[in-house]
């Protein structure tokens, strides 16, 4: 079993910075892939930034990149969502999720993440 602790969320101005961080414990070597994922109230999760744990890719939507950058932290077994230059249309309850070796694996899709954060809420205002 893997857990994934979630922090960093918060309210900021138009133009400001975050950094979210999600915490892994337990049987962590099994993880290849984490994603954030966002859901704005209504909607589906989509997923913004992924990061491949063993090679360090990263891969990003249009919607977020150059301003998010997403990293990770191996001795705290950390992964990190540095946004900055924040919109109002980021505002949005976001979700680090890690997943397991799948040779079908696709970064976005909800369904083929195991494990999930507990969701942070970012205001971003105008």
């Known amino acids: 079993q893997v857990q994934l602790v979630e922090s960093g969320g918060g309210s900021v101005q138009s133009g400001g910075s975050l950094r979210l961080s999600c915490r892994m414990s337990?049987?962590?070597?099994?993880?290849?892939?984490m994603t954030w994922f966002r859901q704005f109230p209504g909607k589906e999760r989509e997923g913004i930034a992924c990061?491949?744990?063993?090679?360090?890719?990263?891969f990003y939507v249009d919607s977020v990149k150059g301003r998010f950058t997403a990293s990770q932290d191996t001795a705290k077994a950390t992964f990190y969502l540095q946004m900055n230059n924040l919109k109002p249309e980021d505002s949005a309850q976001y979700y680090c999720?890690?997943?397991?070796?799948?040779?079908?694996?696709?970064?976005?899709?909800?369904?083929?993440?195991?494990?999930w954060g507990q969701g942070t809420q970012v205001t971003v205002s105008s």
């Open positions: 999720a890690a997943a397991v070796y799948n040779p079908y694996f696709s970064r976005w899709k909800p369904t083929d993440f195991r494990y």
């Open positions: 337990g049987n962590t070597d099994r993880i290849y892939y």
């Open positions: 990061f491949y744990v063993k090679s360090g890719l990263e």
